[in-house]
């Protein structure tokens, strides 16, 4: 069963990345930077401290890094630890498809889905009671996790697993952020009423 679901992610890749117009490359390497999406991260950050000042933004900002950062520490633990090779290093596979990079690590999962949708998720969360148009910077990490299979450096399950992990990681610590939050409030109003 395995190999059939490996088969299966392997031709649908194969049939994704073969889609691929010449014309659209430059788009898809510059979307697949990561340094192409600075504005939205200053975005985010203005985003933060305009809806809940500096002392909660800075603690929110605080645990938005701390979930990108364990996100990124879990990723790379995980190809390491299953090694997979990439399909841009498979030999079987370099004559069918079109590899727009070459990056040398493993594939299994992806660290740009993962870390953008933990970012992203975790900005939805944060945010969805103060403003409904956040949730349209979900179209940050489905251009981007597209990139992976259009570049030639991710299957399909690399995408899904990674986007469900960075996902995961999102909620876990939206909670913490929250709890630490309501846990400040109280101290503050319980200070407030001692003085």
Not at 67 to 83: C, E, L, M, Q, R
Not at 139 to 152: A, C, D, E, H
Request: glycine share 4%; hydrophobic share 50%.
């Amino acid at each position: 069963m395995f190999d059939i679901l490996k088969e299966w992610d392997r031709e649908l890749f194969v049939f994704l990345n073969s889609l691929g117009i010449e014309k659209f490359d430059n788009f898809w390497i510059t979307a697949t930077q990561i340094e192409t999406w600075t504005p939205l991260f200053l975005l985010f950050f203005v985003l933060i401290f305009y809806y809940f000042k500096w002392k909660r933004g800075g603690a929110i900002l605080f645990f938005l890094l701390l979930t990108f950062g364990i996100t990124i520490f879990f990723t790379g633990f995980v190809k390491d630890y299953f090694a997979r090779l990439r399909p841009n290093n498979v030999e079987a596979l370099s004559e069918v498809i079109r590899i727009l990079q070459k990056p040398t690590n493993f594939s299994f999962f992806s660290g740009h889905a993962s870390s953008s949708f933990s970012v992203t998720t975790f900005m939805a969360l944060i945010l969805r009671q103060k403003t409904k148009w956040i949730f349209m910077a979900y179209i940050w990490p489905l251009i981007f996790v597209t990139s992976r299979i259009y570049v030639g450096v991710h299957y399909p399950s690399d995408i899904l697993v990674g986007a469900l992990v960075g996902t995961i990681f999102a909620i876990i610590f939206y909670k913490l952020c929250k709890k630490a939050l309501q846990h400040d409030r109280l101290r503050a109003v319980s200070y407030t009423h001692l003085t």
